[in-house]
């Protein structure tokens, strides 16, 4: 019997909002894809931060929090 192995993809969630993001692009490469600067996120995987020249892995689940910032 032959297996064949599918790509489980990676996930990003962001605002209560999630999309499907390609594995093998960083974090940061993954955040100016959807057009969002990732300067203003924290990122989170498995409920540790992470920081965003992380690899994107195959099922791979990483959370975006936005930073509050000012003066």
């Known amino acids: 019997m032959v297996h064949s192995l599918r790509n489980m993809g990676?996930?990003?969630?962001i605002g209560g909002k999630e999309y499907d993001i390609a594995c093998g692009q960083t974090?940061?490469?993954a955040m100016r894809s959807l057009?969002?600067?990732p300067d203003a996120f924290i990122f989170v995987i498995?409920?540790?931060p992470v920081p965003m020249d992380t690899p994107v892995t195959d099922g791979v689940s990483v959370k975006a929090?936005?930073?509050a910032s000012g003066g």
Request: charged content about 30%; glycine content about 12%.
């Open 10 to 13: 990676s996930k990003m969630a």
């Open 27 to 29: 974090i940061c490469d």
């Open 35 to 37: 057009g969002l600067a």
């Open 46 to 48: 498995d409920g540790r």
């Open 65 to 67: 929090v936005k930073v």
